[in-house]
């Protein structure tokens, strides 16, 4: 049987700029977002809450962006479902942003520089640049 992972998460770009975090799961960086508590909240509760839990951040979601399907964990190469919802959001409180543990690093990154492949994302990135 497949294992299914919905999560969900903010797309804030500022300035050209992508924000992003990196954790002592993965060894890419990431959007901020996660896993959505079933039976609990939506996918925007779940955005806004994923944001502040990992960055401290306050965000006002402005539409959804193209949702992706993963068929396996990009770093286990496990088998499963995992299903991507992406919201374009502007962050409120930029000042106050900060990682919070497991997140060990917050970062703005180029989308000229991740286009070039000079940072190693998640693929979901790439999937969204591409998307435009």
Known sequence: MVKYI????PVIIEKGKLLVNKDNKDDFYKLPGGTIEEGVESLEEACHRE???ENNGLI??????????LWKNP????????LL???EAKLLNK???KPIPPIQEVRWLSIADIRK???HVAPNIHYLIEKG
């Open 95 to 97: 000042k106050d942003i």
């Open 51 to 53: 944001t502040k839990e």
């Open 6 to 9: 919905i999560a969900s998460g």
């Open 75 to 82: 770093q286990t190469k496990e088998e499963m479902c995992i």
């Open 60 to 69: 006002k979601i402005i539409r959804p962006l193209s949702p992706m399907i």
């Open 85 to 87: 919802i992406h919201y």
């Open 117 to 119: 492949g000079k940072y």
